[in-house]
């Protein structure tokens, strides 16, 4: 990974942290795109311990605010001649109360797909830069369980569901790949993954019964270590440099249900988000004519 440039959102802990920590020991210039400051420094000075350079840097950015977002994508922009790796690892889940970002999004749909969305976007054109380019989108098996409604994303319509909610933003996080495979080219690959239940600090804030069954079922989860291997083996192997529009599992391809191998779906997802986002984000290329 020397001379490789990655850009890791959610670097500050959990699997992200540990991706930002193997990648930069590899020899990789690590961006951290964080958004506590306190945290991200803590986890650059663990970085810094063991990696043998000094090539970690942290961007500031809370992903809930688009503002914020093509702040941090413009000083990234600025520095980094290419990005060789982008990381959209960062995510949330939140309680069974309905809640907005400042642009007016449903948080957990606008943190886990639209951010993502909005920042490889923002750039894509440093990813194009690139020799081997390559975007790896962090998913959940929790995709299975979403349910799943175009003409409702956010909720607006329908009972909030903390859970569900989340469930149906790592659905977005395939579709989002399998679109992109489509519109990306041939030097650019991109790919979603499962990591794993991880015993992180991830949704330990939530209250109630899910919060409650997350705190009993740690015990029982792999380690941040174990979760954060097929982020670094994507972004560190022929097959992550290979493949595309593919969902990964213990490192190896598996098939997402049917909701997120459909090609209408994904198609509509993306219209939708660039909508919403008020952005146009890599056109499909027009049928030659006959």
């Known amino acids: 990974m020397n001379d490789k440039i990655c850009v890791i959102t959610g670097a500050n802990s959990g699997i992200g942290k540990v991706t930002a920590r193997e990648l930069a020991k590899q020899g990789a210039h690590v961006v951290m795109l964080c958004r506590n400051e306190e945290k991200a420094e803590r986890a650059k000075e663990g970085i810094l311990r063991v990696c043998g ?25 600025a520095d980094c001649s290419k990005i060789d790796v982008l990381i959209n690892n960062a995510g949330l889940i939140t309680s069974n109360t309905r809640t907005t970002t400042d642009d007016g999004f449903e948080t957990t749909f606008g943190v886990n797909h639209l951010a993502p969305f909005l ?28 349910s799943f409604d175009l003409s409702d994303l956010q909720y607006e319509k329908r009972k909030y569901n903390g859970l569900k909610a989340y469930c149906s933003s790592k659905l977005c996080n395939i579709l989002f790949t399998r679109e992109l495979s489509q519109r990306l080219p041939a030097h650019v690959v991109t790919n979603s993954l499962h990591p794993g239940a991880v015993a992180s600090n991830f949704g330990g804030g939530v209250p109630g019964f899910f919060g409650i069954v997350m705190q009993l079922a740690r ?17 560190t192997s022929e097959e992550g440099f290979t493949a595309t529009g593919q969902y990964f599992k213990d490192k190896k391809v598996v098939s997402p249900n ?33």
Request: glycine content about 2%; hydrophobic content about 40%; proline content about 2%.
């Open 53 to 77: 350079h000094s090539r970690v840097d942290i961007v500031l950015a809370d992903l809930s605010s688009t503002q914020q977002i093509r702040s941090a994508a413009e000083r990234i922009n």
């Open 119 to 146: 920042l490889t976007q923002l750039l894509l054109d440093k990813v194009l830069a690139s020799k081997q380019g390559n975007i790896i989108n962090v998913s959940s098996e929790a995709h299975r369980f979403a």
């Open 219 to 235: 015990p029982f989860m792999i380690s941040e270590e174990k979760g954060a291997e097929t982020s670094i083996y994507l972004a």
């Open 258 to 290: 049917k909701e997120a191998s459909n090609n209408y779906n994904a198609k509509r997802l993306w219209e939708i988000s660039e909508q919403l986002l008020q952005i146009t984000f890599l056109p499909q290329k027009k049928a030659a004519s006959a």
